[in-house]
């Protein structure tokens, strides 16, 4: 694996930051920092703290700071979608912005959001799990900006039934309309499905902490009635969603595949270069599991 070390930091090293609350489990710059460094570019990326009522002041600063790019994680990639000068279709399509690039235009620097994580999930779904979406039958857990993005991106590949769970039942229920009106074709609803289905995701940060519950009522839903489960969370590398999936017989992945291909795209809209995935890839999996 190619060791990665900080590049020496100078006036004309390039910035870029995630942010998010919690932020400490993020491997997303052990990622991006390898990448750089195997393209031999003078950039550095960093992991901010920063509180939902902090991201704006956080998005103007760096403005400010001419700082290259931002990848977002929970609980931003909603919030972040009125603070955007423009919005490529990707976060026009998803509603949530996970990516922004700040860049030079006409002597101002115009901030512009995008999506990376739909087409990462379904990338994902397909290489880790086998999963062909297309007439599948989902049960999605979670209605903030990951679930949503995962909803809709589902919808579009033609799932044939989808159900969604989440806290805050009102949430659902907004996605599950907004889906009845974008995809008609798509069976939706907002509870535990009754029959056998071909997968679990879990879109919400329970299971980040070792103290967390897990997402899935097993009660409602018992999980040998699932064909796989995909946890997006990515460390701890099996959360108690997938330890218990595993016990079931379930086939199981984690986050670290959509983390990768998220990021990858992110990294060709900040850079214009083509990402080293195979690099990228290398450093996440020597970042969570060590080797």
């Not at 990326?45 to 400010?64: C, D, H, Q």
Request: with cysteine; aromatic share 6%.
């Amino acid at each position: 694996m190619l060791k990665c070390r900080l590049p020496d930091i100078n006036a004309t090293t390039r910035l870029c930051a995630v942010l998010g609350s919690p932020i400490a489990h993020s491997a997303s710059p052990a990622m991006q920092n390898a990448a750089f460094q195997a393209l031999g570019l003078n950039w550095c990326y960093v992991a901010f703290e920063v509180e939902p009522k902090n991201l704006r002041a956080a998005i103007e600063g760096a403005r400010a700071l001419n700082i290259a790019g931002f990848n977002l994680t929970v609980p931003h990639k909603l919030l972040a979608v009125d603070m955007m000068d423009t919005l490529d279709e990707s976060a026009k399509m998803f509603g949530a912005v996970n990516t922004i690039k700040f860049e030079r235009k006409n002597g101002m620097i115009q901030i512009a959001g995008f999506n990376t994580d739909a087409d990462a999930i379904s990338v994902s779904l397909r290489d880790d799990l086998g999963m062909k979406l297309r007439g599948a039958k989902v049960l999605l857990l979670g209605a903030g900006g990951a679930g949503r993005t995962a909803a809709l991106k589902l919808a579009s590949e033609k799932v044939a039934e989808l159900y969604l769970v989440n806290r805050t039942v009102s949430k659902a229920e907004e996605i599950a309309n907004e889906i009845k009106e974008r995809f008609p074709s798509v069976t939706v609803a907002t509870k535990y499905p009754e029959g056998k289905i071909d997968l679990v995701l879990n879109a919400t940060s329970l299971g980040l902490k070792p103290s967390d519950p897990s997402p899935l009522d097993e009660k409602q839903f018992p999980l040998d009635r699932a064909r796989a489960v995909y946890d997006m969370i990515y460390r701890p590398p099996r959360t108690r969603l997938l330890a218990s999936a595993k016990k079931a017989g379930c086939k199981t992945a984690n986050g670290l595949g959509m983390l990768l291909h998220q990021g990858a795209k992110a990294f060709k809209i900040w850079t214009g270069r083509n990402p080293p995935v195979k690099v990228m890839r290398s450093a996440l999996e020597h970042n969570i599991y060590g080797h």
